[in-house]
C-alpha cells in the first residue's frame, strides 16, 4: 500500500524533464520567473518526494494542489 500524503507542493521547474519525464527535484529553480513550467509534488511522512504533475502555468499548478488536497482529505 502507498504511503499517504501529508503536505503537498507546488515548485518551479526549469530542465530537460518538461514532457518527456515527470520532473525531479533537481529541476526545481528558485525563483518564478526563472520557471518554464511548474510542477506539483506530494510529500510523504519520510520526506518522500512524487511528482504528481507538470503544468505550464503556476495557476494550473494550484489549482491541481487544491484538488489534490481535497482528495487526500475526502480518502
Not at 512524487?50 to 475526502?74: I, M, S, W
Request: aromatic letters at 10%.
Amino acid at each position: 500500500m502507498a504511503e499517504k500524503p501529508i503536505s503537498f507542493e507546488v515548485h518551479p521547474m526549469r530542465g530537460h524533464s518538461r514532457g518527456e519525464w515527470y520532473a525531479a527535484q533537481k529541476d526545481v529553480v528558485s525563483s518564478d520567473e526563472d520557471a518554464e513550467y511548474w510542477a506539483l509534488f506530494s510529500v510523504t511522512s519520510r520526506g518522500n518526494r512524487h511528482c504528481l504533475g507538470e503544468f505550464p502555468t503556476k495557476a494550473e499548478a494550484l489549482a491541481a494542489e487544491q484538488y489534490a488536497r481535497q482528495r487526500n482529505v475526502d480518502d
